[in-house]
């Protein structure tokens, strides 16, 4: 009886990994961008009727400061007695957390990132928008010049492009004799709070 012959093992040679280790890391480099590419449009964080907590009374702004479509005004909110950079802006149509006086509608938004805690800014140029941040609109939004994420304040401050999964907490708004207070925030408070 013949034994079975042991098949030989192909040693990996030199000229074998020119074409291997090329070839691992173009697939592996296309995997991650296949992934980010995921990340960054598919999977942002809906925006949801807030959950107030109840917190200082903060001037936020006088009415008449924000007395046309999109003007904003910065202002500093109280967290756990630490001032927190925060904006608010009369919008071109009422959204959820908001508040509508009269016909004018507003929101209050804090400026931390919730991608790592950098301050996001006001974008009102749409062209700048577009090359900076590579979200395309018609009107303002929030950005973020660390790592250009977008969020977009007629979707109640949902984050719409770059790493940011989720939308910029509201501020709780209050009209009086003309003055709009910020009297609380939503929860979680993210990045200062998980949840």
Not at 9 to 17: F, S
Not at 65 to 86: D, I, R, T
Request: charged letters at 20%; aromatic letters at 14%.
């Amino acid at each position: 009886m013949r034994e079975p012959r042991l098949q030989q093992v192909r040693k990996v040679t030199r000229r074998d990994l020119l074409w291997i280790i090329p070839s691992a890391i173009t697939a592996g480099f296309f995997g991650w961008l296949a992934w980010r590419t995921f990340a960054i449009h598919l999977t942002k964080a809906r925006v949801t009727e807030p959950v107030w907590r109840d917190g200082p009374r903060v001037q936020a702004a006088v009415l008449n400061e924000l007395n046309a479509q999109w003007k904003f005004k910065y202002f500093e909110y109280v967290y756990n007695g630490s001032p927190l950079k925060a904006v608010v802006f009369r919008l071109s149509e009422p959204v959820m957390g908001g508040l509508t006086v009269g016909d004018a509608h507003f929101l209050a938004l804090s400026r931390i990132c919730t991608h790592q805690g950098c301050v996001v800014n006001y974008v009102d140029n749409p062209e700048l928008g577009a090359i900076a941040y590579n979200y395309r609109t018609d009107h303002p939004f929030m950005g973020c010049p660390c790592h250009f994420g977008a969020f977009e304040p007629l979707q109640a401050g949902k984050a719409v492009f770059g790493p940011p999964r989720y939308p910029l907490p509201r501020l709780r708004l209050e009209e009086e004799n003309g003055v709009l207070y910020s009297t609380g925030y939503e929860t979680p408070f993210r990045p200062l709070e998980q949840g």
